[in-house]
């Protein structure tokens, strides 16, 4: 892990297309802007990990739980 300290304003650049930006600080919490393509999703570590498992259960239905699930969903 790549450990910077940046202050209010100042930049972390990315390769060509990522920038993250500083943009406030009051006491333990930092508020950040990042810029970057769209087509890249940007998810904040928490919500990745409960996608993850979530896309790890739905690998795990049987083919039948798995139509009876979807049929659920157009109803």
């Given at each position: 892990m790549l450990v910077l300290t940046r202050k209010n304003g100042q930049s972390i650049q990315i390769g060509e297309n990522i920038r993250i930006t500083v943009l406030d600080v009051q006491g333990e919490q930092v508020k950040i802007g990042i810029e970057a393509p769209k087509s890249l999703e940007i998810y904040r570590s928490e919500i990745y990990e409960?996608?993850?498992?979530?896309?790890?259960?739905?690998?795990?239905?049987?083919?039948?739980?798995?139509?009876?699930?979807?049929?659920?969903?157009k109803n």
């Open positions: 409960q996608i993850q498992e979530e896309n790890r259960l739905a690998g795990s239905l049987t083919p039948g739980l798995l139509d009876l699930v979807k049929k659920s969903y």
